[in-house]
């Protein structure tokens, strides 16, 4: 059961208790980490350990380079006959280079998987989980989100888990200037009605300020009319992709009133729609913004770091669910997992790739990539330690998000095709006013009929 108001509304102390514990296997940052310890009564096996040195060569797009090189430095010291080889790429890069090493002569041991749109296309080529995971030992799958693992599952065409999940990002969420609000004596709107209320207040007494600015591209609108329908229909865009709902189904044609209502109020301004790429996240890094409705991959801004090495006016930063639109309705984001760790049929060195994908996804090298906030880590008990955010905001803000982001409901990956070649325009066409809900449910499965 989704229980967000637990999650956002829980006690500092508790939070404090939850999120200052790292990952079983003990601190980073260039100090040996134990591997996990199987909990009682499990089967082990004792680890296959290599007969030589072995240098593993690792390939990735995701998480950033820096990230990942803090958990292999404290993974090569724990395990000193094996070095790791990474090189990261671009992820539009990534997804074609990937697929032409794996038929090539590219000997790779592990390898980063995009797992809702990269999975079928080199599943083929790389080693069911199930032949290599007990080569580590102890039950370390099962230590990480089940929604997590059947979702990686459900990204292969036969249903069996070919890489191991690493993180998972969501949206859409609201961060926003917790200097700004405070000084408005405002608190972090939990509802549309709300949100409304400050936006006015805003206009009023700040006119030099925006009080909520976003993407108008239509993947980013795409988040957020889905966002607002997971929050009374956790599954509809699961649902309508499957083809087990209608569009024009009465579950769509309340979201896109509801997804309408919010420019219709002027709860979200419509010039805000001209907005591209990074401009709407520049704006509010520079003060010149209240409110940022963007997905979790913005949460770097939370930490401590971030402000050291960017510069931005923004003292500081919170986080939050998007505020619910209708009556009875829950906060929620559709999630998706970004990275999946998986072994190559052609690794030679199985056994060592299997205790580096453990370190990484299950064990103490999660600590150390996790830090840089671009994904929620799958590990279940994982909880950020408290000295990565800049602000109690922040942390606070971010323990919510990573529950609702582990709650499960929808996959957060259109179809590109149709986004692209209806769906966009039309999500697009309700916020700027110039159709209504049901005429755009109607065209929607009109052009979803035609394309199938």
Same mark, same amino acid.
């Given at each position: ?134 080569? @580590? ?35 859409? @969420? ?158 929620? @984001? ?119």
């Amino acid at each position: 059961m989704r229980d967000t108001a637990r999650a956002f509304a829980m006690t500092t102390a508790a939070l404090a208790l939850g999120l200052t514990a790292c990952s079983a296997g003990g601190p980073v940052d260039g100090r040996p980490v134990a591997q996990s310890v199987p909990k009682a009564g499990e089967k082990t096996k004792k680890p296959e350990k290599p007969a030589g040195p072995v240098t593993l060569k690792y390939w990735t797009f995701s998480p950033p380079e820096a990230a990942l090189k803090r958990a292999i430095t404290a993974f090569e010291q724990a395990n000193p006959g094996i070095e790791v080889e990474l090189r990261t790429f671009a992820e539009a890069d990534y997804r074609k280079r990937l697929p032409k090493a794996l038929d090539g002569d590219e000997a790779l041991d592990v390898v980063g998987v995009q797992v809702p749109t990269m999975t079928r296309a080199v599943a083929d080529r790389l080693r069911p989980v199930d032949d290599w995971k007990d080569k @580590v030992s102890g039950g370390w799958v099962e230590e990480l989100d089940e929604s997590a693992v059947e979702q990686t599952k459900k990204a292969a065409k036969n249903g069996k888990l070919y890489s191991v999940p690493m993180g998972s990002s969501g949206g859409a @969420v609201m961060y926003y200037n917790a200097n700004l609000l405070s000084e408005l004596g405002e608190s972090f709107p939990e509802t549309a009605a709300d949100l409304e209320s400050v936006v006015m207040r805003v206009k009023k007494e700040i006119p030099g300020l925006r009080p909520v600015v976003f993407s108008g591209e239509p993947r980013r609108q795409e988040e957020l009319l889905f966002t607002v329908a997971s929050q009374t229909q956790p599954t509809l865009s699961d649902d309508l992709l499957a083809g087990d709902k209608p569009w024009n189904g009465p579950e769509m044609v309340s979201a896109l009133r509801a997804y309408g209502s919010l420019f219709d109020r002027g709860v979200l301004a419509r010039s805000a729609l001209t907005l591209k790429g990074d401009r709407p996240a520049e704006l509010f890094r520079d003060g010149k913004a209240l409110f940022l409705v963007d997905g979790s991959g913005r949460s770097p801004m939370l930490s401590a770091s971030y402000r050291d090495t960017t510069k931005t006016s923004v003292k500081k930063v919170g986080v939050g669910p998007f505020p619910t639109v209708l009556s009875g309705a829950e906060h929620a @984001v559709r999630s998706a997992v970004e990275v999946g760790l998986a072994v190559p049929r052609s690794s030679k060195h199985v056994a060592e790739a299997a205790t580096l994908i453990e370190f990484l996804t299950a064990g103490g090298g999660v600590s150390g990539w996790a830090r840089d906030l671009t994904m929620v880590p799958s590990r279940e008990d994982f909880r950020m330690d408290s000295s990565v955010f800049a602000t109690p905001e922040g942390k606070d803000g971010y323990a919510a998000v990573q529950e609702l982001i582990r709650d499960g409901g929808s996959v957060n990956v259109p179809d590109e095709v149709f986004l692209e070649r209806a769906e966009g325009d039309t999500i697009l066409d309700v916020a700027h006013g110039r159709t209504t809900a049901k005429k755009a449910a109607d065209h929607l499965q009109k052009e979803w009929s035609r394309g199938q």
